[in-house]
């Protein structure tokens, strides 16, 4: 047969689906936004952190689906240590409603934090001194697993939260005025 007597629809040059298709951004691949699932805002106002650790979690199925939706809050939250194992309390993960119904959901229960030991040594040590305590900063994906960011805190007074926010305010003004200015 004859090139020049076929179809041009029907060559393998001009068929559309042999086009090559555009190339996927392997950054994006798995993240769908951010891989934060919920910061703690009101530890970094009322205390001065010192030390941050990353910790693992314990959870089961339906709290890992509910952090999926975003159903957590760290707000009164904070870690204690109990036996030479760190524990998380205060934590509110909300459950989703089609949670199975033979499962009755606990959302403030007590999760166990997977840390090695020098770090749990690490932590006890820094517990010890005066006004230091842990508190939970965020929750996190990393490779697909939850992680906690635990950070050893002091408590600031009424006169250092406002002279944070006066600075804070003061380097808002000055930024403003060295962009109009």
């Known amino acids: ?5 076929q179809s ?34 009101r530890a970094r106002f009322d205390y001065f952190i010192e030390d941050n650790y990353e910790a693992g979690i314990v959870l089961q ?16 939250s ?16 909300s459950p989703l409603l089609s949670a199975s119904t033979h499962i009755h959901p606990e959302p403030t229960r007590v999760r ?9 040594s690490k932590l006890i040590a820094a517990t010890e001194q005066k006004g230091y305590t842990l508190v939970a900063l965020a929750l996190y994906w990393s490779k697909g697993k939850v992680k906690v960011d635990i950070g050893t805190a ?7 939260k406002r002279a944070v926010e006066k600075d804070r305010d003061w380097a808002r003004d000055k930024h403003r005025i060295l962009k109009n200015g």
Not at 1 to 5: L, Q, V, W
Not at 78 to 93: D, Q, R
Request: net charge positive; proline share 3%.
């Open 112 to 120: 166990k934090l997977l840390l090695h030991d020098y770090e749990i």
């Open 61 to 76: 199925g339906w709290e890992v689906k509910s952090l999926r939706e975003g159903k957590v809050q760290l707000v009164d």
């Open 8 to 41: 041009p629809l029907l060559t393998r040059d001009v068929y559309p689906y042999n086009v090559p298709m555009a190339k996927k951004n392997k950054k994006a691949k798995g993240k769908a936004g951010s891989s934060t699932i919920a910061k703690n805002k």
């Open 1 to 5: 047969m004859n090139n020049s007597s």
């Open 78 to 93: 904070y870690v204690f240590i109990k036996n030479g194992e760190a524990w998380l309390s205060g934590a509110h993960i």
């Open 154 to 160: 002091k408590g600031k007074q009424t006169h250092d």
